[in-house]
Antibody, heavy 119, light 107 residues
C-alpha cells in the first residue's frame, strides 16, 4: 500500500532552517510528484510547491520562492523540504503528499511534521 | 491566484441529515476540483477529484457536482465518522489553492 512517512516534530529558533523528510513506499517513486503543503493552526492548507520524482524538477509557490528548497533521493524514495529564515509565522504542520498521475490533486498524504518556531 | 471560497464556514447537523457544502472559485476552473476531509490532528484525506469522481473506498453517500466556478459536496445520510472539516482545492492552475474549510459539527 502507498505510504508517506514524515520526520518528527521540530522546535526551531527564529532565523533558523528546518529540513523535513518524507519517505515513500508502495509505489514507483519516479512516476509521481511529491507536493508540500503547510497548514498553520486553525488555517486552511497552503500549497508550497512540488518536486518531480523522476528528474527532480521543482515548482515553488511564489509565497515561498527563495526560502524553500525541495530535493529528493530517488534511490531512497525520499523527498525533502528545507525552509529557511524561519519566523513564528512558520509554526505549522508541514505535509508531503503524492500528486495524482491524472491531475494536481493529492491522493496520498504523509502524517504531517509539526514545526514550532519560538525563541 | 485563484481564490476559493467555501460556504458555510461551519454547520451543525445530526446523524442521518443531508449536508451540502459549496465552493466558489474566482474564475472558471474547468472541473479541476477536489474535496478533502480532515479530522483533528490528521492529514487531509482525498474524497473527490475531477469534481465528481469518488476516490477509492469513499462511501457512496458522498457526491460532488458543479462546473465553471461553482461546486458542491453533498453527504446524504451523515454518519458519525463524517463529522470533520472539509476543504475544496482547485488544481486548474498553480498555485494550487484551498477553500477556507467547512466544519461539520454535531447539532
Amino acid at each position: 500500500q502507498v505510504q508517506l512517512v514524515q520526520s518528527g516534530a521540530e522546535v526551531k529558533k527564529p532565523g533558523a532552517s528546518v529540513k523535513v523528510s518524507c519517505h515513500t513506499s508502495g509505489y514507483m517513486f519516479t512516476a509521481y510528484a511529491i507536493h508540500w503543503v503547510r497548514q498553520a493552526p486553525g488555517q486552511r492548507p497552503e500549497w508550497m510547491g512540488w518536486i518531480n520524482g523522476a528528474n527532480g524538477n521543482t515548482k515553488y509557490s511564489e509565497s515561498f520562492q527563495g526560502r524553500v528548497t525541495f530535493t529528493r533521493d530517488s534511490s531512497a524514495t525520499t523527498a525533502y523540504m528545507e525552509l529557511n529564515s524561519l519566523t513564528s509565522a512558520d509554526t505549522s504542520v508541514f505535509y508531503c503528499a503524492r500528486g495524482s498521475g491524472t491531475g494536481w490533486y493529492l491522493d496520498y498524504w504523509g502524517q504531517g511534521s509539526l514545526v514550532i518556531v519560538s525563541s | 491566484d485563484i481564490q476559493m471560497t467555501q460556504s458555510p464556514p461551519s454547520l451543525a447537523a445530526s446523524v442521518g441529515d443531508r449536508v451540502t457544502i459549496t465552493c466558489r472559485a474566482s474564475q472558471d476552473i474547468r472541473s479541476s476540483l477536489a474535496w478533502y476531509q480532515q479530522k483533528p490532528g490528521k492529514a487531509p484525506k482525498l474524497l473527490v477529484f475531477h469534481t465528481s469522481r469518488l476516490d477509492s473506498g469513499v462511501p457512496s453517500r458522498f457526491s460532488g457536482s458543479g462546473s465553471g466556478t461553482d461546486y458542491t459536496l453533498t453527504v446524504t445520510s451523515l454518519q458519525p465518522e463524517d463529522f470533520a472539516t472539509y476543504y475544496c482545492q482547485q488544481y486548474s492552475s498553480t498555485p494550487l489553492t484551498f477553500g477556507q474549510g467547512t466544519k461539520v459539527q454535531v447539532k
